[in-house]
């Protein structure tokens, strides 16, 4: 069964430097997506990507936040200068198309700032 | 703005007891509905989603949710719960047309005693 893959699975940065996590989307899908879960908070959204631009943005989604998809298969998240606050879970997700609701989340990718 | 309120922060039940989880939002207008589930260290999976039509639906494992509009709810059911069902649940609302974005209710954690 395909499914949307994360690494690392858990990443450790020290305060200021620049992080990247990578996910790979199912193949065939156009939508794609980063949440992010703070330790004992709700799954908030990010960002969503389609057709090669950020379609929509969340206020968390600041100058230090850009994502990419370099290769057509590589969809990813970078973070400038890392600060403790952006310590959480980071999924990835991605969906088929407009009229397929159904979004695939990959298992996450844990970033500790210290 | 959108959102999604889910009642119960932990719910601790023992084997073969029944489950209901409370979800509500606020959207005036049509939404489709889902609940995920993360079992430990797993990432997030698709219990059951509503998209329109028989407002009772019904999901893996056992689990069905019904949808009432007149209520903004979408709570999820189960009628016994086993110790395997110990994870956190989260109720997800998807506005049509926004760009396929989910918006997460804080989640609820179920542990069942066997």
């Known amino acids: 069964e395909p499914e949307v893959t994360q690494t690392p699975s858990h990443q450790v940065t020290q305060m200021g430097q620049e992080v990247i996590l990578r996910c790979v989307p199912i193949?065939?899908?156009?939508?794609f997506y980063w949440y992010r879960q703070i330790l004992g908070q709700k799954v908030e959204f990010l960002v969503s990507?389609?057709?090669?631009?950020?379609?929509?943005k969340s206020e968390i989604f600041d100058d230090q936040f850009s994502v990419e998809r370099p290769d057509g298969s590589n969809f990813t998240l970078k973070i400038r200068s890392t600060k403790l606050e952006d310590s959480a879970m980071y999924f990835c997700?991605?969906?088929?198309?407009?009229?397929?609701?159904?979004?695939?989340f990959g298992q996450g990718t844990r970033l500790t700032v210290v | 703005a959108q959102s999604v309120s889910q009642h119960n922060h932990h719910v601790i039940l023992s084997e073969a007891a029944s489950l209901e989880l409370g979800c509500n939002y606020s959207?005036?207008?049509?939404?489709?509905l889902f609940w995920y589930v993360q079992y430990p260290g797993q990432h997030l999976q698709l219990l059951l989603k509503?998209?329109?039509?028989?407002?009772l639906v019904k999901g893996i494992k056992g689990f069905e949710a019904e949808f009432i509009k007149s209520k903004f709810s979408f709570n999820l059911r189960k009628p016994s719960v086993q110790w395997s069902d110990t994870a956190e649940y989260f109720c997800?609302?998807?506005?049509?047309?926004?760009?396929?974005?989910?918006?997460f209710g804080q989640g609820t954690e179920l542990s069942v005693k066997p």
């Open positions: 997700a991605s969906k088929g198309g407009e009229e397929v609701t159904e979004a695939f």
């Open positions: 193949s065939n899908h156009l939508y």
């Open positions: 990507f389609y057709n090669n631009e950020i379609s929509e």
């Open positions: 959207y005036g207008g049509t939404v489709n």
């Open positions: 509503y998209f329109s039509g028989d407002p």
């Open positions: 997800a609302v998807m506005v049509l047309n926004q760009g396929g974005k989910l918006i």
